[in-house]
């Protein structure tokens, strides 16, 4: 997913389209929005067409590296969880190269709040590494409506609502400099849409949401 980007990344995914189409069996296809519309947005478009029986959520800068795949795919092809999340908060997470000290400080704070408003458990909500069956993950997509940051959250939520397991997987994960996330601004609004979900769950926005099994 191409979210209306500015610089090579696009460039690059079309070069290496062109030279693994004469592979069989692959096929990588570029979906570009246009202009910027955010990472939830995305992420929907992508997850919505995708095809396969399971989908990978990864981040371009691969901050968590592709071989740590095998670690989030191995339980949710073992039918042990419906999705999968790489964490950087667990006791076996390992963070090579960790942000700085004021971006880990921002989000040790962000997720503290989204524990103590959402309930959910989990150490890290927001690691770009996620594993999902795609019949277990559609329907949270459809749902799904934050367009930016804390689509994760939203996500995590449906999946509690529609009765889902989430296992949370340590992973090897290393900052990638040039992030163009702005720790407060970007923080605040993420915690605004976490309201948002909360208050959308309240007034029963998503009780169309039916359990999967």
């Known amino acids: 997913m191409d979210d209306g980007s500015r610089d090579g ?3 690059i995914v079309d070069g290496f389209a062109a030279w693994i189409a ?32 399971y989908v990978l959520l990864s981040d371009a800068d691969f901050s968590t590296p592709i071989g740590e795949l095998p670690r989030l795919l191995q339980p949710v092809v073992a039918s042990e969880c419906d999705i999968a999340i790489g964490s950087r908060g667990l006791a076996g997470s390992n963070v090579a190269l960790r942000q700085p000290i004021w971006r880990q400080t921002m989000g040790r704070i962000f997720n503290r709040i989204v524990r103590l408003l959402t309930r959910l458990p989990f150490k890290d909500t927001q690691c770009g590494f996620k594993v999902m069956r795609r019949e277990a993950a559609a329907p949270l997509f459809r749902a799904a409506r ?15 609502k529609a009765r889902l397991r989430v296992r949370e997987i340590p992973v090897l994960w290393r900052d990638a400099p040039g992030s163009k996330v702005h ?24 009780d169309r949401l039916e359990p999967t099994t």
């Open 22 to 53: 004469a592979r069989p069996g692959v096929t990588l296809r570029l979906l570009r929005n246009g202009k910027n519309r955010g990472k939830g947005y995305s992420l929907k478009h992508g997850v919505l067409l995708a095809a396969g029986t």
């Open 9 to 11: 990344t696009a460039g």
């Open 146 to 160: 934050v367009e930016r940051f804390a689509y994760d959250v939203e996500i995590l939520v449906l999946a509690r």
């Open 183 to 206: 720790a407060v601004r970007d923080s605040l609004a993420m915690l605004r849409d976490v309201a948002w979900v909360l208050w959308r769950e309240r007034r029963g926005a998503y």
